[in-house]
């Protein structure tokens, strides 16, 4: 089978179209045919640390595609059966663990940029109907963390308001699942156009950040200066405090992003004088993930793809990425 690796090599270099023999099947494991994966911020963090790496990995966490074959003790799934591949493939339910995040695709072990991947039966899920592989492959990382932020992590109601930062992978997915839920959204994004955008998606109101610098008075002043129930942090230090200031008094910040860096002062007052609650999210386990596929049947929302790149063209497509230029999500095909 072709796969890609990362090599040690600079940024994007480290991308190396390779031949691998194909994956065993254990009895309990399914193999895959991929035909579609989709990038998120952290693929393009490890490709750029892979110098340091002491051994080639396949990268990317988020992929769907149609069985193969089937271990002698699988149940769940039959050849031709449609999956996506959950981010955490040990993470079943409960907390994450050292265990689990050590097994994430595309970091602690080999990922799904490969025509033919085998995981356990339980890692896998079955996505809604309808929705092509190219959408499917959306789902596991930048869906399932915009719902755990939205409906796990927090649990936001009809009527509240949300502020969702920019109009990445996680921040559009949390725009629409925010509206199909009768929650109020304002998005805060530099550009115009995708400005417009998100308002053609159902935003509420929109901040350009850039001209409002404090964007998170501006945001509570559009409440009525009561402030919003949920934030949706994908920036890190860089804007927790515009966060922290846009949120009312008891409300909820889901973190879940170091855009802005890992670390950095931030105003620890606001967050016990607000009484707020700062909520850590990393995507989520494989029943979170099957709970927001049945929201998705339920709801027909479809992911909204910015650009589909060809096989050959992954590293076209981690650029693409890195340049902040994409509305939504960034995919391969393969």
Same mark, same amino acid.
């Given at each position: 089978?072709?796969?890609?690796?990362?090599?040690?090599?600079?940024?994007?270099?480290?991308?190396?179209?390779?031949?691998?023999?194909?994956?065993?099947?254990?009895?309990?494991?399914?193999?895959?045919?991929?035909?579609?994966?989709?990038?998120?911020?952290?693929?393009?963090?490890?490709?750029?640390?892979?110098?340091?790496?002491?051994?080639?990995?396949?990268?990317?966490?988020?992929?769907?595609?149609?069985?193969?074959?089937?271990?002698?003790?699988?149940?769940?799934?039959?050849?031709?059966?449609?999956?996506?591949?959950?981010?955490?493939?040990?993470?079943?339910?409960?907390?994450?663990?050292?265990?689990?995040? !050590?097994? /994430?695709?595309? &970091?602690? %072990?080999?990922?799904? @940029?490969?025509? *033919? #991947?085998?995981? $356990?039966? +339980?890692?896998?899920?079955?996505?809604?109907?309808?929705?092509?592989?190219?959408?499917?492959?959306?789902?596991?990382?930048?869906?399932?963390?915009?719902?755990?932020?939205?409906?796990?992590?927090?649990?936001?109601?009809?009527?509240?308001?949300?502020?969702?930062?920019?109009?990445?992978?996680?921040?559009?997915?949390?725009?629409?699942?925010?509206?199909?839920?009768?929650?109020?959204?304002?998005?805060?994004?530099?550009?115009?156009?995708?400005?417009?955008?998100?308002?053609?998606?159902?935003?509420?109101?929109?901040?350009?950040?850039?001209?409002?610098?404090?964007?998170?008075?501006? !945001?509570? /002043?559009?409440? &009525?200066? %009561?402030?919003?129930? @949920?934030?949706? *942090? #994908?920036?890190? $230090?860089? +804007?927790?405090?515009?966060?922290?200031?846009?949120?009312?008094?008891?409300?909820?910040?889901?973190?879940?992003?170091?855009?802005?860096?890992?670390?950095?002062?931030?105003?620890?007052?606001?967050?016990?004088?607000?009484?707020?609650?700062?909520?850590?999210?990393?995507?989520?386990?494989?029943?979170?993930?099957?709970?927001?596929?049945?929201?998705?049947?339920?709801?027909?929302?479809?992911?909204?793809?910015?650009?589909?790149?060809?096989?050959?063209?992954?590293?076209?497509?981690?650029?693409?990425?890195?340049?902040?230029?994409?509305?939504?999500?960034?995919?391969?095909?393969?």
């Amino acid at each position: 089978m072709r796969a890609y690796e990362l090599r040690p090599r600079p940024e994007f270099e480290s991308l190396t179209l390779v031949e691998r023999p194909s994956p065993p099947v254990g009895p309990s494991d399914v193999r895959v045919r991929v035909r579609a994966v989709s990038l998120n911020y952290r693929d393009l963090t490890i490709a750029r640390n892979a110098v340091k790496r002491s051994a080639p990995v396949i990268p990317i966490s988020d992929g769907a595609g149609e069985v193969l074959e089937v271990g002698k003790a699988v149940s769940r799934w039959r050849v031709g059966d449609r999956v996506i591949a959950s981010f955490f493939p040990t993470w079943i339910s409960g907390s994450l663990s050292d265990f689990h995040h !050590a097994n /994430a695709l595309g &970091g602690g %072990r080999d990922g799904m @940029l490969a025509e *033919e #991947v085998v995981l $356990p039966e +339980t890692a896998w899920v079955r996505p809604p109907d309808g929705l092509s592989f190219e959408e499917g492959a959306t789902l596991p990382c930048a869906g399932l963390t915009a719902w755990n932020a939205l409906f796990e992590s927090a649990s936001l109601k009809p009527g509240e308001t949300v502020l969702v930062q920019g109009t990445g992978g996680v921040s559009v997915f949390a725009l629409q699942l925010a509206k199909a839920a009768g929650a109020r959204a304002i998005v805060t994004s530099s550009s115009e156009q995708k400005r417009r955008r998100a308002q053609e998606l159902g935003a509420d109101h929109v901040i350009d950040y850039r001209a409002e610098p404090h964007w998170g008075k501006a !945001a509570k /002043a559009w409440t &009525g200066d %009561r402030g919003v129930d @949920l934030v949706v *942090e #994908v920036g890190g $230090p860089g +804007t927790f405090d515009q966060s922290t200031a846009a949120l009312r008094y008891g409300g909820t910040m889901s973190i879940l992003g170091v855009l802005t860096g890992t670390s950095g002062p931030v105003n620890t007052y606001a967050i016990f004088h607000h009484a707020l609650r700062i909520a850590g999210v990393y995507v989520g386990s494989v029943e979170m993930l099957e709970r927001f596929v049945r929201a998705l049947a339920a709801t027909k929302i479809r992911p909204i793809i910015d650009r589909v790149f060809g096989f050959e063209e992954v590293p076209a497509a981690y650029r693409h990425l890195a340049s902040g230029a994409h509305f939504g999500k960034v995919v391969v095909r393969l």
